[in-house]
């Protein structure tokens, strides 16, 4: 009796695996409305300057590019770089990855493989 059974249970097993496939959201995928696709772009706020008058924005970044090569031009190589102080900065940093690739990492396992 129990084999007889055994095809009858399979049934209702894939009944139910297929009942958990629907999409109880509604149409799926959710479409994108063809008016909002094909809608011109519109032109964010902060771009209202340069719509009306670009003379505008050209002399905004002539001066701006004029602060920066002013600010630019106040800084000498010698502001920037000291070979001596360069030159000992690199060797204690050399110095130093010496000195910790040199130590052995404390192992919390000594049992371990990695140890």
């Not at 999409?23 to 011109?40: H, V």
């Not at 190589?77 to 360069?86: C, E, G, K």
């Amino acid at each position: 009796m129990a084999i007889r059974a055994l095809p009858a249970l399979s049934g209702l097993i894939s009944l139910l695996a297929l009942a958990g496939c629907g999409d109880p959201s509604g149409d799926y995928p959710a479409l994108l409305p063809t008016d909002r696709l094909l809608a011109e772009p519109s032109i964010p706020g902060h771009a209202g300057i340069a719509a009306t008058s670009p003379d505008q924005v050209v002399s905004d970044l002539t001066s701006a590019g004029a602060a920066l090569s002013v600010s630019q031009s106040q800084v000498t190589a010698a502001d920037v770089t000291d070979d001596a102080a360069l030159a000992a900065r690199a060797e204690a940093l050399r110095a130093k990855a010496a000195a910790l690739s040199a130590e052995t990492p404390a192992c919390p396992d000594p049992t371990s493989a990695d140890c």
